[in-house]
C-alpha cells in the first residue's frame, strides 16, 4: 500500500516529521517497508541552460557543451551525447559528486575522448522519474535558471509504502491509515461527513442478483451528460505519486476512490450496455475481453455482471473492455458492490488476475460504506466532469451484522500483562471508532463495520496493546520453580534436526517445496483421498495436500536437470498427509539423487566416477534413521517396496510387518514418466513418527566405550538355504544366540549355481565372538558355533554346507 504525506495530511491534521510517522506507523502494526523522498535524492540537481554545443572533436556522436548553471557561476563544460543536445536547451544539471540513482554512479570530473566533462545533463530516467531515456531532459523556457529541480518540479512529496498483514483490509485505503494514527496520538482524523445526493429522476437500469452468497449488496447509480477527459492536475499527481497511470477523469475517480477509501468501485459507458444488469454465475465457455487487453475464458465458479450482451464486468476484479469508458462517454454508470471474498480470491487466482480491487475485495471491504462510497464517487464525477445524477438502485443489504463483545476489563491485564487505566482504554477504542459502554468490571464494546477482523476479547486487548505500544508490555520471567528445566524441544524436533545434519553431512542439498501437489501426483504415490483436496488451493497443480516429499523433490530434480545441472543430490524433513485427522499427518525424510551423484561424490571425476544406485538410497536412510535414534539391530530389510518403486532394485525397512519405517531404492520408470522427469532417480523416504522412543535409561550408566582385553575370535559358516529365505534372517539367527559374545555377523558370499540344487541357495557368514572375562577355549568357541548352526538350522530350515 502506497501514499504520498501530503495524501495522509488530507486526513491527518498533524506537524509530525516524516520519520516519528513512519516509526509509529511501524509499532502500530503498519510495517513500513521503503520511503521515498526524491526531494532529497533529487537535492544536488539544478536546472541549467546550454549556452552552446559543439561537435566533439574526437566522436562523432558527443558534443561539448557550455552549461550555465545560474547564480552568477562561471560557465561548465560538459560532453553530452543526447541527440537533442543543443543550444538555449533549459535541462537538469548535475555536478560532480552527484550520486546518479538511475545508474547508480557517483559522478566525478572525467575526461571522455581527450575533452574534459565537469557534470552531467541528465535525462528522466537517470533520475528515475520516467522511463524516458532517449535523450537529456527539455524543461519550459520560463524554468528559472539555478533553482533546485526537485523543488521547482513539485517532487517534495515523500511516498510511504506500507506492508498490510491480510486482517487490515481498513488500511488499504489512506483514511483508514489516518485514523489509527490519530489513535496513536500523531494528530487529529479528519472525518468529514458524506452528505447523499438527491437523484434528479428514476434510475433507468434496474439490477438483479441471482445468488445473495456472492453479492450481499449491490448499489448503482446513473449520470448523464458527463464530460468525460483529462483529470485534474490533483488528482493526477496523486495517482502518479503512487505509481498509477491517469487514465481518464472517470476512471481516475474510481481508482482514487480505492486508495483513499479502500472502496473499489467500477464504472460503465451506459451508452455501451444494452438492457439491465444481472449478478450471477458465468457460463461455461463464456468469454469476456477485460480491460487489460486480455480475453479470459470463464466458467460457472466466476461471478460476474451482465447485461443483455452478455458479461460485462468480472465482479470485483476487473471491467471489460466493451463497456469501458472513454472520451466519448457521456452516460456512465456508477457501481458500488459487496462480493463474496473467497469467490473473488478463487477467481483471482484462477484467471490470474491481480487488480488493486481484487486486492481489497477479498480482504473485505466496510459494508457500510457500500452507499457512502456511491454517493462520494458520484460527487467527485459531478464536481469533475458534471452531468445529472439519477436515484441510487440498492439491491440486498446496505450494512452488516451488529457486532457488540462483552469485554472483561481485566482480560488486558491477563492477555497483555499492562494495566491502563479505563479512560485510556476508552480513548484508544473511541479513536479507532469502536464504542464502549459501561464502567467495568464487564463492559460491551461495539465494533466498527470497517473491522470485520475483530470477532473477540483477544481482538480487542491487541487493539489497545499495539496502540498503547509493544515495547510497553514488561518482560517477565516464567516462574521456573525448583525441578529441573524440561527439554525445550520436543523429540520429534531432536529427530527432524538430526536428520538434517546427517542428510547434509552426506553430501545432500536441502530443499523446501510445497506442501500441496497435483491430484494425479498425489494419487501416484498413494494420497488423492477427496478429504485431502483443498478447498481454495493456490494454483490449479497444487490441488492436494502430498503424502510423500519425493513428488516435490523429483520436480525440484528435474528444474535443476533442464538448466544443466545433472547431478544432484536433494533432500526435504517435512509434513506429510495420509487423512485430514491430526493422527494421519507425520514427518517424513526423503532424499533424491540423480546421475553421477553417489555417495562417493557429486559428478565426474579422474580417479573414477560412480551412478548413483539402490545402495546409495539405503545407506541415505540408515543414516537418517541412526541420526534420529532409531534401534538399528532391529532393522529389517525386505525386498521390494512401494508401487512408485522398481520392484527389482527398492526395499522396505521395518521393525516387523507392522511398523515400517520408510522405502529405499530406484524410482520406476512408470512414476518417472507421470513426474515428467528423466531417470534413473534414486530415491528413500522414511517416516520419522515411526521410530519407537528408545528405552528409559538405567539408573546406572554403563561406559561409554568398553574395552575388551581378550582377542576376538572369527569363525565361517556358509549354510544351504531355499532361495526364498532372506539372508537378514540367518543374521538375526546368529546374533541371537549370544549377545554377549557375538558382537558382528556380517554376509560376505551368495552363491547358487554348480553343486547347489535347483531352488537352493548358499549365504555365508563371518561371526566374530569377543570373549569379555577370558581366554575361550577351543570347547567354548565350538560350543558356541554348534549353538550358532542348531539356531539358523532351526529357524531358516537350512543346513550347514559341506
Request: glycine fraction near 10%; hydrophobic fraction near 40%; charge should be neutral.
Amino acid at each position: 500500500m502506497k501514499f504520498t504525506l501530503s495524501w495522509l495530511k488530507e486526513h491527518l491534521d498533524t506537524d509530525e516529521p516524516l520519520e516519528k510517522l513512519a516509526d509509529k506507523l511501524t509499532m502500530i502494526g503498519l510495517e513500513v517497508e521503503h520511503i521515498e523522498d526524491k526531494a532529497k535524492a533529487l537535492a544536488a540537481f539544478s536546472i541549467a541552460r546550454v549556452i552552446s554545443a559543439e561537435q566533439h572533436p574526437n566522436a562523432d556522436r558527443l558534443r561539448v557543451c557550455m552549461v550555465d548553471t545560474g547564480n552568477g557561476a562561471a560557465p561548465v563544460q560538459v560532453v553530452c551525447g543526447a541527440p537533442n543536445a543543443r543550444a538555449g536547451l533549459i535541462s537538469v544539471f548535475s555536478p560532480p559528486g552527484t550520486f546518479i540513482p538511475g545508474k547508480n554512479i557517483t559522478l566525478g570530473v572525467g575526461t571522455i575522448r581527450g575533452v574534459e566533462s565537469r557534470g552531467m545533463l541528465c535525462s528522466a530516467a537517470e533520475l528515475q522519474i520516467s522511463e524516458d531515456h532517449d535523450g537529456i531532459m527539455e524543461l519550459p523556457t520560463d524554468a528559472p535558471i539555478g533553482a533546485g529541480y526537485a523543488q521547482w518540479a513539485r517532487l517534495g512529496d515523500p511516498v510511504i509504502e506500507i506492508n498490510l498483514t491480510p486482517n487490515r483490509q481498513d488500511c488499504t485505503g489512506v483514511h483508514g491509515i489516518a485514523r489509527d494514527l490519530s489513535a496513536a496520538d500523531m494528530g487529529k482524523f479528519r472525518d468529514p461527513g458524506i452528505k447523499p445526493i438527491k437523484g434528479e429522476f428514476p434510475c433507468p437500469v434496474k439490477v438483479t442478483v441471482e445468488d445473495p452468497a456472492l453479492c450481499p449488496g449491490f448499489a448503482l447509480r446513473l449520470v448523464r451528460g458527463v464530460k468525460n477527459g483529462p483529470s485534474p492536475a490533483w488528482l493526477r499527481e496523486r495517482l502518479t505519486s503512487i505509481g498509477l497511470r491517469p487514465i481518464n477523469a472517470l476512471v481516475d475517480i474510481t481508482n482514487f476512490m480505492a486508495y483513499d477509501r479502500a472502496r473499489p468501485l467500477h464504472v460503465f459507458d451506459a451508452a455501451k450496455v444494452k438492457g439491465n444488469l444481472t449478478v450471477r454465475h458465468a457460463r461455461d465457455g463464456e468469454k469476456l475481453l477485460a480491460l487489460d487487453g486480455r480475453t479470459y475464458t470463464l466458467d460457472s465458479s466466476v461471478c460476474v455482471i451482465a447485461a443483455d450482451h452478455g458479461v460485462e464486468s468480472l465482479a470485483g476484479i476487473m471491467g471489460g473492455e466493451a463497456s469501458g469508458c472513454d472520451e466519448n462517454t457521456t452516460d456512465v454508470l456508477i457501481e458500488s458492490a459487496l462480493w463474496n471474498e473467497i469467490n473473488i480470491a478463487q477467481t483471482g487466482r484462477k484467471l490470474g488476475i491481480n487488480s488493486d480491487a481484487r486486492y481489497r475485495f477479498e480482504r473485505g471491504v466496510d459494508p457500510a460504506f457500500m452507499v457512502p462510497g456511491l454517493e462520494m464517487a458520484t460527487r467527485l464525477v459531478m464536481e469533475l466532469c458534471g452531468g445529472s445524477p439519477s436515484e441510487s438502485v440498492v439491491v440486498g443489504k446496505q450494512f452488516g451484522e451488529d457486532r457488540v463483545i462483552d469485554f472483561p476489563l481485566t482480560e488486558v491485564k491477563r492477555l497483555a500483562g499492562i494495566d491502563p487505566p479505563i479512560s485510556e482504554m476508552k480513548r484508544i477504542l473511541t479513536h479507532l471508532g469502536f464504542m464502549m459502554a459501561g464502567q467495568g468490571p464487564v463492559v460491551k464494546i461495539a465494533v466498527p463495520s470497517w473491522r470485520t477482523d475483530v470477532q473477540g476479547k483477544a481482538d480487542i486487548v491487541e487493539e489497545i496493546v499495539r496502540i498503547v505500544g509493544v515495547d510497553k508490555v514488561p518482560m517477565t520471567p516464567f516462574e521456573r520453580g525448583d525441578e529441573p528445566r524440561k527439554p525445550i524441544l520436543s523429540a520429534i524436533q531432536l529427530r527432524t534436526r538430526r536428520a538434517k545434519r546427517a542428510l547434509a553431512a552426506r553430501g545432500m542439498v536441502e530443499t523446501v517445496t510445497w506442501s500441496f501437489i497435483a491430484k494425479p501426483a498425489a494419487e501416484l504415490f498413494g494420497g488423492g483421498q477427496a478429504e485431502l483436496a483443498l478447498a481454495n488451493p493456490i494454483a490449479s497443480d497444487l490441488s492436494d495436500m502430498r503424502p510423500s516429499l519425493l513428488p516435490g523433490l523429483v520436480a525440484a530434480t528435474q528444474a535443476n536437470n533442464d538448466r544443466g545441472f545433472a547431478d544432484v543430490a536433494l533432500f526435504e524433513v517435512g509434513q506429510i498427509f495420509s487423512g485430514d485427522r491430526p493422527q494421519d499427518q507425520f514427518i517424513a525424510a526423503a532424499g533424491i539423487r540423480h546421475g553421477f551423484a553417489s555417495g562417493k561424490g557429486i559428478g565426474r571425476h579422474w580417479s573414477g566416477t560412480a551412478a548413483a544406485d539402490a545402495f546409495d538410497a539405503k545407506a541415505d536412510a540408515f543414516a537418517v534413521l541412526a541420526a534420529a535414534g532409531a534401534p538399528m539391530q532391529a532393522l529389517q530389510i525386505v525386498p521390494g517396496g512401494v508401487s512408485w518403486l522398481h520392484p527389482g532394485r527398492s526395499g522396505t525397512i521395518q521393525i516387523g510387518p507392522q511398523n515400517v519405517l520408510g522405502y529405499f531404492g530406484e524410482l520406476h520408470p512408470r512414476a518417472a514418466e507421470a513426474l515428467d522427469a528423466d531417470g534413473p532417480l534414486i530415491a528413500f523416504e522414511v517416516i520419522l513418527d515411526r521410530i519407537p522412543d528408545a528405552k528409559q535409561k538405567p539408573t546406572r550408566a554403563k561406559p561409554v566405550l568398553e574395552l575388551s582385553a581378550f582377542q576376538p575370535v572369527s569363525r565361517d559358516f556358509a549354510f544351504i538355504i531355499d532361495r526364498g529365505v532372506r539372508a537378514g534372517d540367518i543374521v538375526r539367527a546368529a546374533q541371537g544366540v549370544d549377545k554377549k559374545l557375538i558382537t558382528s555377523v556380517t554376509v560376505f558370499d551368495v552363491y547358487e549355481g554348480k553343486g547347489i540344487d535347483d531352488g537352493k541357495k548358499s549365504i555365508a557368514i563371518a561371526v566374530t565372538i569377543q570373549p569379555r572375562e577370558k581366554t575361550l577355549t577351543d570347547q567354548e568357541i565350538d560350543a558356541v558355533a554348534a549353538k550358532i548352526v542348531a539356531e539358523v538350522t532351526r529357524k531358516t530350515g537350512g543346513s550347514l554346507r559341506a
